[in-house]
């Protein structure tokens, strides 16, 4: 998996690349599909996400960024979390999670990291 810091003030322009949401704000949650103006003022935590790559934006001493970017021989386990219901845009049903694998120097398998790919 490539992994990429990014700087604060190229993150609102990099959050128009994805089709998916998931954003934790200090009072509120929102996720969905499509475009989203981002409050960054009043974000705690947020994924940004289409197949293979995920932007997440966190708030440590101000808004940061890590950009992850799939490649080819990454092993992972896809999982679908069933999503409450709410009154959206347009009706999703679950949203995929990766749960990607990495192996200790003993050869066992363990869960590096678990990232939002896709909504259905």
Do not use: W
Request: overall charge negative; charged content about 35%; proline content about 2%.
């Amino acid at each position: 998996m490539k992994i990429e810091k990014i700087q604060s003030g190229n993150i609102t322009s990099l959050v128009k690349e994805f089709d998916n949401y998931i954003i934790y704000y200090f009072d509120n949650l929102e996720f969905g599909k499509g475009q989203v103006e981002l409050d960054t003022d009043n974000v705690n935590e947020a994924f940004f996400f289409k197949e293979g790559k995920c932007l997440h934006i966190y708030r440590e001493d101000g808004i940061k960024g890590i950009i992850y970017i799939e490649e080819p021989d990454n092993e992972f386990i896809s999982e679908e979390q069933i999503l409450e219901e709410r009154i959206l845009k347009e009706p999703l049903k679950a949203l995929i999670v990766k749960k990607y694998i990495e192996y200790d120097d003993d050869g066992q398998a363990y869960i590096s990291r678990t990232l939002p790919s896709k909504f259905i």
